[in-house]
């Protein structure tokens, strides 16, 4: 894991821009003239480049006054109505004490051995994280479903232990809280299949050294090419135009760590366009070990030719007849601001969604707890997954108990060995730390409310402000609607959205979470931003060529979601049923048979037939019932899981990067009985010990009932990418997209979307309507006042930070207002 | 077919209506006082229950000025801009005078023998059908393309010929026109597959004898039954509570045709509730040739016992031990009407979409075709399969010859002879008559514009007033966007929709087709209104209990539609992209293999391998590309196609109730070389002869080569829909969704979505934005007035007729102002 301390790379570029921060608000920077340039861009390398610290900036809110007609009676513009949650939200998160105190007591611990993380060096032991350990489901629901108390609050800490020639991560539970004499601290083994005392080797301690003392020195020794080649160096120099960086996660067989690393040019402008730009050649280090003297340079690649020194490939490359390939430059193609002929008509205003009668759900914002109509949930926020949602109600019953990403993964193929061997494994950069503020009016309609999240990081507490966005939408098409030759029927389709976007180095994915008003829940993935693209030569079975030397990478996105569903109790099966064509005979039809097709129902009794892919043709579905509370007609009542745009699986089989770090990639959808054990799908490090991972999910499959006992399904949603030119300069929303509906099966007793009055009867005879039905709904004239959305963006703030330790409560931005 | 002629049934309730249309506008029905029922609410009973007569009423445009705020600037709610389309539309229909030609032309052939249907009985021949026969593609695009002359017109005429004892329907080629001397008719046949002169043999050409003459008659022998079961009568007296019909195809084995009927109970109130009153009573006939005297009941089915007469029937249910089974009564839980608890804060205005700037695309009202950003299509319209698309151009280039439905089917199953035997193929009812008036702001958009459509019955024009909408939306999530730590930029997703919903008797297929910035275009289907339901008993393997009785009869929708692609030229040819796992040894990896995935492109050479469907894990892409045009990085150019959300293809095999009817429906997609005798993959009577149907689709598979020739894509969207609770009253269009994108792929050298100016950037620093970029978007501050919705629903019309025999152009609506 690199830490902000880095001398080299984004922070400095960071240093830059800060320095300019006195007057930000009245000068517009002219990008290219900045040259602010992102060093190592690849996942790993934004992990450095991405938070300075900043003044912090209240939140400017928007003023509602300019949304409003001024002279029609403006439209009544309501934020949410502020309620009371019906319980302690007891999977939000630490206070700012709560988090403060466990540092300090933290530091407090001789045996721990930690140092600050702004004093700490490759060779000290800092604290990677403090947050909230999630109670376990069973203490939780004696607490919000019956009288029990409240869970024993603790804290979740991870130790990145250096000081050791033997460096790993360390996960500790730290309690009760709040800190007292009773509190003490740990090893969190129990929610990890591996039983190592929830440590986790590291092995990339030294991020630093690795620059400094290996890659830079080695790209030095081969100038002359890089210069030839590119005229540009990698050697940590200020002028560098070139990057290095490679392979996550490393080659980890046979006891050795070997890292391929490649070329990257550097953006010469703004814009994030560095995994657009590789240039072709590879060098392979075995970097075992903490002693750089011990790492052992293994080899060149270009061309698809290997060299297996320096020597050889200088030799190689200076010789006569050597085959050069081009490079890939940074320009236009790879930016992502307007060009090109402007569309007819574009310069219009084009349509926009409006709420004239403001929010019409509730929320607690302190115990993050939110109500639309005859559902409501608790929002949960963490730094490996970002955004989960617990004990999602709907009319007064839990439907799930727990919904939210577990682990995403990119798994990417190519021809040379970076592309070859990259499966990220985004949860060990974290989504919580990449849920960055969200557009207004770009990112969630301009009318949508806010809230703010926040991560651990470094002893401080940064704060995303407006990184959640709640909003309801109309959709393009109603819901139900029927037409007669005397009167049509429609209903409207209004749906609620809570939504976060996770950028993780060149990927922006966002995550909505959707609510019907027919009793439908979707989960819905869309993937933007940079694709990591590939070098050209020699990649023709793994990619388009999309640019001049540019492949568009092939790669499996694969999105791990945790869907605790408990249907009328914690008690439910999984019913598979499917339409299968059958030959049959009928009373009324004698002898003869016909070809039809009926229903087979069959129940999943163990985990043992618990991995299951959807089918052919879509002719089973999934359903999760509750044997045990059948509706009054004699059926099951439950939910079925549907997708509602493509899924995916992982392609690869047995992956050699991934070994057993993401069993969990490998079928659509995956039902455990719940064990309080067994949380997380995945662990943040699980590609620092890919074949003995801290946690491995084929061990969840151990044969135990799924017959009434409490389920979890682990849904895949995902997409198989092959980047085409299209892609460029950015992935788009509306193809990359995957998405799953858990819709209510037999779980009422009719379509609840007939109580909403959004609705309209439209009786009509001989070509005149004779009878209009509106339900008594909203009947109001009014005016919505259009502003410029620039209005609102201008009060974009990106982060705010506090400070945990030291930490003075009465001020807790203290230290925090320097970079 | 039935014709509206019918004295029962649902014209009788339109007449009940018509008697009050002096005051319609006045008064408001209380629809349960008027007790109007409608009867046979079977897809073919509605047939003639759905076009009474009616005034015809000026298009009462909703008052603009209500969109705007009064005070504030309002916003300029422009219609569409008025354009030329650069050619005729040669797809579109034929005017009024030339219908009307045709038609007396038609009336003046005494060979033909016709009749006027208002003075038609069974044994006449009618006019089924007058309209434009769309040109052959081949003349068709040397006028679009180059400088050939716009084709020849000519119309397709229908006949249903039942002056015979064997009662056919004829297609014939009615032309050149406009009809002069030089006109004259000949069968059409070319277009099928089927040589039979253009003649499909009529099953039903007695509809009204039918009832009046068998199934009355039948049923009044058993009223001591039916008044003790249910206190009702199938008599064909006004008195009646019960219904009769059944099934779709007849059964066509071994040279006879059978029937199938059911007893329902009828709607008690205005709901067309009826597909929802199963009374688990059938009975079976022989109504083989058009003598009823020769009909023979061949026994009754009740509860899973087959009774082979009357009597047999009768005796047994009047034993002691006979058991009864309880019927399905109308009542609220199958009306559609808000009913219960209204949700919290649900009487508050919900958000909606406005469009400021009014519309951003252009019509050619005349020539129905349209333009928006860098698409243009051209609109077509009929009887068979309503909307079609033509000469979808994306940059000034075509993408799409033709895209539209082909036939949608609706095959059933249950333990009962009637949903055994249940599949619907909808064209014979033809998509064009109920494509209804659509519901502003409920089924569009309240800003979206309209276009009418028109078809045509027994001598006239039928008119559907803003039957398509057209209207650009913004979607609830942005089409790409990216954060760094310097910067976000996000652009909108606002894309183009037309959209038609076609009511089939008792459901709602709704079509939309939308553009999209990034090139895409979709197809989209979506089915709402009542299910067809089962009766429950002995059911269960077949569907759920979902009420009293009531099983939700389980059925596949599989709904065919045409692309005809013509990627920059008529030559293209299918390539298959796989991504596939490998074993692989590289040239930087020595001796070792690693376990990873790669690309397959494979060609579809012939028709022999032209019939597909969606693979493992969505692990295959189908591409559409021209391998003589490469862009310039040697790629081929073409689009993909991809499911968007789930397809469906046909469950049964060998299905016994279609026979060679619908192989169409066999497969995902489906690949053939274009001929302009092959234009239709169904024909609307197919369903009339099963075994030898006009066109059996599997015909179009005979070999031919698809490299680098003209091809057709049939592709198939559809739902396997086991009905549960939650389909009652109405099935919901967000579970109910089937979708297909094509998308460009490696068409033009980047995303041509980068060439809007509705995209935003924000450069970011220190907790404060530094700029913000809005590349020239439309900046203005005004004021949008929010009227509600019930002011323009006032102006529904239903339809609006055109007299075409006798026809008098200055008074076109002579004798059409009566019932």
Same mark, same amino acid.
């Given at each position: 894991?690199?830490?902000?301390?880095s001398l080299s790379?984004?922070v400095?570029?960071? =240093?830059?821009?800060?320095?300019l921060?006195?007057?930000v608000?009245?000068?517009?920077?002219?990008?290219?003239?900045?040259?602010?340039?992102?060093?190592?861009?690849?996942?790993?390398?934004?992990?450095?480049?991405?938070?300075?610290r900043?003044n912090?900036h209240?939140?400017?809110?928007?003023?509602?006054?300019k949304h409003h007609?001024?002279?029609?009676?403006?439209?009544?513009?309501?934020?949410?109505?502020?309620?009371?949650a019906?319980?302690?939200?007891v999977?939000?998160?630490?206070t700012?004490?709560?988090?403060?105190?466990?540092?300090?007591?933290?530091?407090?611990?001789?045996?721990?051995?930690?140092?600050?993380?702004?004093?700490?060096?490759?060779?000290?032991?800092?604290?990677?994280?403090?947050?909230?350990?999630?109670?376990?489901k069973?203490?939780?629901?004696?607490?919000?479903d019956?009288n029990?108390?409240a869970? /024993?609050r +603790?804290a979740h800490v991870? =130790?990145?232990?250096?000081?050791t020639?033997?460096?790993?991560?360390? $996960?500790l539970l730290?309690?009760p809280?709040?800190?007292?004499?009773?509190s003490?601290w740990?090893?969190l083994?129990f929610?990890?299949t591996?039983?190592s005392?929830?440590?986790?080797r590291?092995?990339e301690?030294?991020?630093e050294t690795?620059y400094?003392e290996?890659?830079?020195k080695?790209?030095a020794?081969?100038?002359?090419?890089t210069?030839d080649?590119?005229?540009?160096t990698?050697?940590?120099?200020?002028?560098?135009?070139?990057d290095i960086?490679?392979?996550?996660?490393?080659w980890?067989?046979?006891?050795r760590?070997?890292r391929?690393d490649?070329?990257?040019?550097?953006?010469?402008?703004?814009f994030d366009?560095?995994?657009?730009?590789?240039?072709?050649l590879?060098?392979k280090?075995?970097?075992?070990?903490r002693?750089p003297?011990?790492?052992?340079l293994?080899?060149?690649?270009?061309?698809?030719?290997f060299?297996?020194?320096?020597?050889?490939?200088?030799e190689?490359?200076?010789?006569?007849?050597?085959?050069?390939?081009g490079?890939?430059l940074?320009?236009?193609?790879?930016?992502?601001?307007?060009?090109?002929?402007?569309p007819?008509?574009?310069?219009?205003?084009?349509?926009l969604?409006?709420a004239?009668?403001?929010?019409?759900y509730?929320?607690?914002?302190d115990?993050?707890?939110?109500?639309?109509?005859?559902?409501s949930?608790?929002i949960?926020?963490?730094?490996d997954t970002?955004?989960s949602? *617990?004990?999602?109600?709907?009319?007064?019953?839990?439907?799930?108990?727990e919904l939210?990403?577990?682990?995403?993964?990119a798994?990417?193929?190519?021809?040379?060995?970076?592309q070859?061997s990259?499966?990220y =494994?985004?949860?060990y950069y974290?989504f919580?730390?990449?849920?960055?503020e969200l557009?207004?009016g770009?990112d969630?309609?301009s009318?949508?409310s806010y809230l703010? /999240?926040?991560?651990?990081k470094?002893?401080e507490?940064?704060?995303?402000?407006?990184?959640?966005?709640?909003?309801?939408f109309d959709?393009?098409y109603?819901?139900?609607r029927?037409?007669?030759s005397?009167?049509?029927t429609?209903?409207k389709?209004v749906y609620?959205?809570?939504?976060?976007i996770?950028t993780?180095g060149?990927? $922006?994915?966002? *995550?909505?979470?959707?609510?019907?008003?027919?009793?439908?829940?979707g989960v819905?993935?869309?993937?933007?931003?940079?694709?990591?693209s590939?070098?050209?030569?020699n990649?023709?079975?793994?990619?388009?060529?999309?640019?001049?030397? =540019?492949?568009?990478?092939?790669?499996?996105?694969?999105l791990?979601?945790?869907?605790?569903?408990d249907?009328l109790?914690?008690d439910n099966?999984?019913e598979?049923t499917?339409?299968?064509?059958?030959?049959k005979?009928?009373s009324?039809n004698?002898?003869?048979?016909?070809?039809?097709?009926?229903?087979?129902?069959?129940l999943v009794?163990?985990?043992?037939?618990g991995?299951?892919?959807?089918?052919?043709?879509?002719?089973t579905?999934?359903?999760?019932?509750?044997?045990?509370e059948k509706?009054?007609?004699?059926?099951?009542r439950g939910?079925?899981?549907?997708p509602s745009?493509?899924?995916?699986?992982l392609?690869?089989?047995n992956?050699?990067?991934?070994a057993?770090?993401?069993?969990?990639?490998?079928y659509?959808?995956?039902v455990?009985q719940?064990?309080?054990?067994?949380? +997380?799908a995945?662990?943040?490090?699980?590609?620092?010990?890919?074949?003995d991972?801290p946690?491995? *999910?084929?061990k969840?499959?151990?044969?135990?009932?799924?017959?009434q006992?409490?389920?979890?399904v682990?849904?895949?949603?995902?997409m198989?990418?092959v980047?085409?030119?299209? $892609?460029?300069?950015?992935?788009?929303f509306?193809?990359?997209?995957s998405?799953i509906q +858990?819709?209510?099966?037999?779980?009422?007793?009719?379509d609840?979307?007939?109580?909403?009055?959004?609705?309209?009867r439209v009786n009509?005879?001989?070509?005149?309507?004779?009878?209009?039905? /509106?339900?008594?709904q909203s009947n109001?004239?009014c005016g919505v006042?259009?502003?410029?959305i620039?209005d609102?963006?201008?009060?974009?703030?990106?982060?705010?930070?506090?400070?945990? +330790?030291?930490?003075?409560?009465?001020?807790?931005?203290?230290?925090?207002?320097t970079a």
């Amino acid at each position: 894991m690199r830490l902000p301390l880095s001398l080299s790379g984004g922070v400095t570029s960071l =240093l830059l821009i800060g320095s300019l921060a006195g007057d930000v608000l009245a000068t517009k920077l002219d990008p290219s003239a900045a040259k602010v340039r992102q060093k190592h861009q690849g996942r790993k390398a934004l992990m450095r480049s991405l938070y300075g610290r900043s003044n912090q900036h209240p939140s400017d809110r928007w003023d509602k006054e300019k949304h409003h007609g001024q002279h029609a009676p403006p439209c009544e513009d309501t934020p949410p109505q502020e309620v009371d949650a019906p319980k302690e939200n007891v999977w939000y998160g630490l206070t700012d004490d709560e988090t403060a105190n466990v540092a300090r007591w933290l530091f407090g611990r001789p045996e721990l051995n930690l140092t600050v993380s702004e004093n700490a060096g490759e060779w000290d032991n800092t604290i990677a994280l403090i947050e909230l350990m999630r109670p376990n489901k069973t203490e939780s629901i004696e607490y919000i479903d019956g009288n029990g108390p409240a869970p /024993t609050r +603790f804290a979740h800490v991870r =130790l990145n232990n250096r000081a050791t020639v033997d460096p790993y991560y360390a $996960d500790l539970l730290v309690g009760p809280l709040p800190i007292s004499s009773n509190s003490s601290w740990e090893a969190l083994e129990f929610p990890y299949t591996r039983k190592s005392q929830g440590r986790v080797r590291n092995v990339e301690p030294d991020g630093e050294t690795v620059y400094s003392e290996w890659l830079f020195k080695i790209s030095a020794s081969i100038a002359d090419i890089t210069l030839d080649l590119w005229n540009g160096t990698a050697m940590g120099l200020e002028n560098d135009t070139l990057d290095i960086w490679g392979i996550d996660p490393l080659w980890q067989d046979d006891g050795r760590l070997v890292r391929w690393d490649m070329y990257w040019n550097m953006p010469t402008d703004l814009f994030d366009s560095e995994t657009l730009l590789p240039l072709g050649l590879y060098l392979k280090s075995d970097v075992t070990g903490r002693d750089p003297s011990q790492w052992k340079l293994l080899g060149w690649m270009y061309n698809d030719i290997f060299y297996e020194t320096t020597d050889e490939f200088r030799e190689a490359y200076w010789s006569p007849g050597f085959v050069k390939v081009g490079p890939n430059l940074d320009g236009a193609w790879a930016h992502t601001d307007q060009r090109g002929p402007v569309p007819p008509k574009d310069r219009k205003q084009p349509p926009l969604t409006v709420a004239p009668d403001g929010a019409r759900y509730s929320v607690d914002t302190d115990r993050k707890y939110v109500s639309w109509m005859d559902f409501s949930f608790y929002i949960s926020f963490n730094r490996d997954t970002g955004l989960s949602l *617990f004990d999602i109600k709907y009319k007064g019953q839990r439907v799930l108990y727990e919904l939210g990403l577990q682990e995403a993964l990119a798994h990417y193929a190519g021809n040379d060995p970076v592309q070859s061997s990259v499966a990220y =494994l985004d949860s060990y950069y974290g989504f919580g730390p990449y849920a960055f503020e969200l557009l207004k009016g770009y990112d969630c309609p301009s009318y949508a409310s806010y809230l703010n /999240t926040s991560f651990y990081k470094s002893e401080e507490t940064h704060t995303h402000v407006d990184s959640l966005c709640l909003f309801e939408f109309d959709a393009d098409y109603p819901l139900a609607r029927h037409s007669t030759s005397d009167y049509v029927t429609v209903s409207k389709n209004v749906y609620f959205t809570i939504r976060t976007i996770n950028t993780i180095g060149n990927y $922006d994915y966002m *995550f909505s979470y959707n609510f019907h008003m027919d009793g439908t829940i979707g989960v819905e993935v869309r993937a933007s931003g940079y694709i990591q693209s590939a070098y050209y030569a020699n990649n023709q079975d793994f990619g388009y060529q999309i640019h001049d030397s =540019l492949s568009g990478s092939m790669h499996d996105h694969v999105l791990n979601f945790k869907a605790d569903f408990d249907i009328l109790g914690t008690d439910n099966t999984i019913e598979l049923t499917s339409v299968i064509p059958v030959e049959k005979k009928f009373s009324w039809n004698g002898n003869k048979t016909r070809n039809t097709m009926q229903l087979k129902r069959e129940l999943v009794e163990s985990e043992d037939d618990g991995r299951l892919n959807w089918g052919f043709n879509g002719q089973t579905q999934i359903h999760v019932i509750n044997q045990d509370e059948k509706n009054k007609y004699g059926e099951y009542r439950g939910y079925r899981i549907l997708p509602s745009s493509g899924t995916a699986h992982l392609t690869v089989q047995n992956s050699s990067n991934l070994a057993n770090a993401a069993h969990w990639a490998e079928y659509d959808v995956q039902v455990t009985q719940q064990h309080d054990t067994e949380p +997380f799908a995945a662990h943040p490090y699980n590609s620092q010990d890919i074949h003995d991972p801290p946690v491995n *999910f084929e061990k969840f499959f151990n044969g135990e009932s799924l017959n009434q006992t409490d389920l979890v399904v682990w849904l895949n949603l995902g997409m198989h990418h092959v980047p085409h030119s299209g $892609d460029l300069p950015n992935t788009v929303f509306t193809t990359a997209h995957s998405s799953i509906q +858990f819709m209510p099966l037999n779980y009422l007793v009719g379509d609840p979307s007939r109580e909403s009055v959004n609705m309209v009867r439209v009786n009509y005879s001989n070509g005149s309507a004779t009878e209009i039905e /509106t339900f008594g709904q909203s009947n109001e004239t009014c005016g919505v006042r259009l502003s410029p959305i620039e209005d609102q963006l201008w009060s974009y703030q990106g982060d705010v930070i506090v400070r945990k +330790f030291p930490y003075d409560p009465n001020d807790p931005f203290y230290e925090t207002d320097t970079a």
